[in-house]
């Protein structure tokens, strides 16, 4: 199939320059849509009033874990793993007048232990194996504009750095946003797998979302009132591999969000990297439950030996009230078109190495099923406990955990990852090819404890 015919990348690009050199102070016949922007005044100067919020954390993190004898952790040794890490994040938001404000956040984070020494270990012996793919470590800035990352130090078994994870300028008038930095923007209606988001999404076995990391980009939202309302963006980027911005990088995508009746639409387009996607959402309610439904169609570049995929994910969530709890939970299932349940011969696929390394695609089977539900046990406890399963396996991830607001501003988290599947699985453990060592998540346990000011 041709890719479709659309100049997606000329037209965002005279959208986004039309709106930046829009005048929201020309149309008094547009009212308040009460959503995000703020009403400005353009007889006063725009730094008339200046003023500044501040706000942030600290948060302690401890974790344990236990490799098998038959992962590639075997390589350079198991047992048991001891690991922790200590971050801060501050935050500013400095209005400069009604209209205008700059956010930074500033983070700083120090981690190591026996996991990042194993890693290192094998990141020596096996260097540009798949295996790294599968290592965790710190967040670096190779792929975007602005290189806001700085290593502190950086040794076998701890690394220190710091950097900014937004700094971004906006301007609001009326019904217009206009955001240009480094920021965050999330786009679909996933909770654990959301294929429309496109943009640094987080990883459906995350259990923390406070923040999602920022990409440096021009974004642009118009609100049509109680119509919808209309999102572009721009997201330019280096090749790690030359560090240059390269057009075949980067990423220009559009968005219209509309409702009839109670039900809300969304139709996506994008190009990302050197791909055509098309996505269409949409989410209602049926009785006291609300449902969503996002689907995309990818074209790979025309280089590429990929055919096109389609990926697709629906939700349900519901809360109730049980022995005088209240409780909440979803269900959700999603098909990843570009899966395969021969997931040695995955492993070695280019397009899926690719987007494993750009942290877009986070599983290589088809069918999952994924569930939630929270249990508030006290106004300040809470219990949650989330199943993520592979349908052909099967095979999945159970992840208990509890949080308790100790104060108003601190707060204890302990949980564990606890992984299930037989060998040949995808969460169970499957071969490296041609070798007998197995790709395989440990088993986890963690706690941390998090101060916000």
Known sequence: MNKPGISLKITGVLLIALFICWDAGTSPALADSGAAPVQSDTSKSLFNNIETEWGGYIKCHGAVSWPGDDSFYSLVGTGTYYDGSAESRLKNHLYLGSSVYLDTHYEIILSGGDTRKKQKELEKLFPGSVIENYLSGEVEDDRRLMDLTK??????????????????????????????????????????????????????????????????????????????????LYVPRRDPSTGKVEGSQDSLAGKIHFSKGTTEFDIMAAKHFEEQVLGAGCAGYFGDAAWRLDATWTFPDEKSDENNFLSLVANMDYSWVWWNKNFYGFVEVFYNGLGDDDYSESIMDNGVMERLDRGELFTLGRYYLGGYIRMEVHPLVNIFFTVINNMDDPSGILQPRLTWDITQDLQLTCGGNIFYGGRGTEYGGFKIPPTDILIETPDSAYMWLAWYF
């Open 151 to 232: 290593t502190l130090k950086d040794h076998d078994d701890y690394i220190l750095y710091h950097r900014l994870d937004r700094l971004s300028l906006t301007v609001q008038q009326r019904r217009f946003v206009f955001r240009i930095g480094r920021q965050a923007v999330t786009w679909g209606s996933g909770f654990l797998f959301n294929p429309m988001d496109l943009f640094n999404p987080f990883a459906p076995t995350d259990i923390e979302r406070e923040y999602k990391i920022g990409d440096d980009m021009a974004y642009t939202q118009i609100s049509f009132g109680e119509s919808g309302d209309a999102q572009f």
